[in-house]
């Protein structure tokens, strides 16, 4: 199994940047795809974006393009989101989740996700 941990959360205006990391323990993170979601309150968990376990292919929400870029560094077993031109309605809990076999945009679809950290963007 492998257990994730998110940090890089905190508050910022509109039109400013955050990067989240993803660090990953137990396993290493290149046995999985790896994706982001958020949740905001009141709202189901949405997909924000995923990478392939190799880097090698890269999805995202149509919210967040050109926003927004998912990468990671396996030889860390961490994965980021860099996150520009926030806007308030990007504000959520951000989770990172990983699949072993599965790359989609449904949360049922990931076997491992952490305890999530707290994005919020004022107007």
């Known amino acids: 199994q492998v257990q994730l941990v998110e940090s890089g959360g905190g508050l910022v205006q509109a039109g400013g940047s955050l990067r989240l990391s993803c660090a990953a323990s137990?396993?290493?993170?290149?046995?999985?795809?790896a994706a982001w979601f958020r949740q905001a309150p009141g709202k189901e968990r949405e997909f924000v974006a995923v990478?392939?376990?190799?880097?090698?292919?890269?999805n995202y929400a149509d919210s967040v393009k050109g926003r927004f870029t998912i990468s990671r560094d396996n030889d860390k077993n961490t994965m980021y989101l860099q996150m520009d031109s926030l806007k308030p309605e990007d504000t959520a809990v951000y989770y990172c989740?990983?699949?072993?076999?599965?790359?989609?945009?449904?949360?049922?679809?990931?076997?491992?996700w952490g305890q999530g950290t707290q994005v919020t963007v004022s107007s």
């Open positions: 990478i392939t376990w190799s880097g090698g292919s890269r």
């Open positions: 137990g396993r290493a993170l290149s046995s999985y795809n």
């Open positions: 989740e990983a699949a072993s076999h599965q790359y989609g945009r449904s949360p049922s679809q990931y076997d491992y």
